[in-house]
Structures are given as C-alpha cells and as structure tokens.
C-alpha cells in the first residue's frame, strides 16, 4: 500500500507565499506522475499542476507564472510553491500519485492524499 501526506497549508494574506509538501511512502518501485488538486466548497475538484518522472510539468491557467510545481523522484516528494496568493486560491488541496508501481504487486494504480487547507484572507 502507498500512502500520501501533505504539509506546509495554513492561511496567509493576499500576495502572501505558501510551500506544499506531499511524501509518499510505501513499498513503491515507480511513480509516473504526481500532482495537486484543489477544491473549494461547492466546486469541483480541478488539477493546479502535475509534473511526470521526466519532470515534465503542466500548469493550470489560474495559476500560471505564480505557482510552480517539483519533485524529487528519488525521494518521492512532490512540492507547489505558491506565490501571490488570491482570495480564489482558498481550497483544499490535494496530492496525488498517478500509476504508481508497487513493488511484488501487478499493474499501476493512483493514490491520493487526505488534503491539506489553505486559506487566503484579508
């Protein structure tokens, strides 16, 4: 089993900065891609950003030239550097591991974490 913890949410002024941690741990072999997700009350779950074992990455357009997504593929850590926060930032955001290979099991599955809160307020 892989299980996914995210840290570092808290609230923050407008134009503030907040750094997101998310560490998998588990018996794990690979993991393709990994990502955050945020959702706000009564809205859906949208993707912010997610970046391959390539460390391709692809950004939200909310989020563009603010945000800014990493991994240590070594280490099984993805971050999100958040930058200038918006009141519309406000959500719980989640990690996400995506075709995750487990070692002495078949076939690759996705794994979420429990999600962490950030809110951004005057």
């Known amino acids: 089993q892989v299980q996914l913890v995210e840290s570092g949410g808290g609230l923050v002024e407008p134009g503030g900065s907040l750094r997101l941690s998310c560490s998998a741990s588990g018996n794990i072999f690979s993991i393709f891609g990994m990502g955050w997700y945020r959702q706000a009350p009564g809205k859906q779950r949208e993707l912010v950003a997610s970046?391959?074992?390539?460390?391709?990455?692809t950004t939200a357009e909310s989020v563009k030239g603010r945000f800014t997504i990493s991994r240590d593929n070594t280490k099984n850590l993805v971050f999100l550097q958040m930058n200038n926060l918006q009141l519309e930032d406000t959500a719980v955001y989640y990690c996400?591991?995506?075709?995750?290979?487990?070692?002495?099991?078949?076939?690759?599955?996705?794994?979420w974490g429990q999600g962490t809160q950030v809110t951004v307020s005057s």
């Open positions: 970046i391959d074992n390539r460390r391709n990455t």
């Open positions: 996400k591991a995506e075709n995750v290979a487990v070692r002495g099991s078949l076939g690759l599955h996705d794994y």
